[in-house]
T-cell receptor, first 113, second 116 residues
Framework: GQQVMQIPQYQHVQEGEDFTTYCNSS?????IQWYKQRPGGHPVFLIQ???SGEVKKQKRLTFQFGEAKKNSSLHITATQTTDVGTYFC????WGGGADGLTFGKGTHLIIQP | NAGVTQTPKFRILKIGQSMTLQCTQD?????MYWYRQDPGMGLKLIYY???????DKGEVPNGYNVSRSTTEDFPLRLELAAPSQTSVYFC???????????????FGSGTQLSVL
């Protein structure tokens, strides 16, 4: 079945440093989504990427979708304490139906003041 | 609008007990899902439904059952609780799949279940 690998599993940064998490799928994706989960909270949708090579920005967050639609990345510039949490990518396989997304295991972002 | 509401928030079960995790949504979304999240892991799909009266198995359905009698409600049933079912359970919804439109999931706040 489809696998979505996400690295790193944990990332410690000093406040103000940049952060990047990477997501790789074993199969071509129809689209990829990114979610953020605060400690003790539930996943919250950040963005969906659909087109090959797509780049989207949300303030300090930059999301990229690879040309082959098999990988993606999330980059946060100048991290703040509010960025703490786990970032999940979720790939929707090509032609996939309602059985939804395959989630990566997530990257836990830990920020030291 | 409340969005997706899950109850209870916490529960401790003894091995062999049964319980129902409730999920209700007021967004009139057709698609509903149950995921479980184990520590340090991603979300695994247990069951899903594309509309009232229709349910299907996800990646990890063993030990669980669901029903979807209305658009709003999608309860998850554990019949014989086992320690392996200790997890955080999330219910999620989204609107029907539409090409080119965001298919984002809306999650409930989760139920933390411990089976001892």
């Amino acid at each position: 079945g489809q696998q979505v690998m996400q690295i790193p599993q944990y990332q410690h940064v000093q406040e103000g440093e940049d952060f990047t998490t990477y997501c790789n799928s074993s199969t071509t994706l129809s689209n990829i989504q990114w979610y953020k989960q605060r400690p003790g909270g539930h996943p919250v949708f950040l963005i969906q990427l659909v087109k090959s090579g797509e780049v989207k920005k949300q303030k300090r967050l930059t999301f990229q979708f690879g040309e082959a639609k098999k990988n993606s990345s999330l980059h946060i510039t100048a991290t703040q304490t509010t960025d703490v949490g786990t970032y999940f990518c979720a790939g929707h396989r090509w032609g996939g139906g309602a059985d939804g997304l395959t989630f990566g295991k997530g990257t836990h972002l830990i920020i030291q003041p | 609008n409340a969005g997706v509401t899950q109850t209870p928030k916490f529960r401790i079960l003894k091995i062999g007990q049964s319980m129902t995790l409730q999920c209700t949504q007021d967004m009139n979304h057709n698609y509903m899902y149950w995921y479980r999240q184990d520590p340090g892991m991603g979300l695994k799909l247990i069951y899903y439904s594309v509309g009232a009266g229709i349910t299907d198995k996800g990646e990890v359905p063993n030990g669980y059952n669901v029903s979807r009698s209305t658009t709003e409600d999608f309860p998850l049933r554990l019949e014989l609780a086992a320690p392996s079912q200790t997890s955080v359970y999330f219910c999620a919804t989204h609107d029907k799949l539409r090409t080119g439109k965001s298919e984002k999931l809306f999650f409930g706040s989760g139920t933390q279940l411990s089976v001892l």
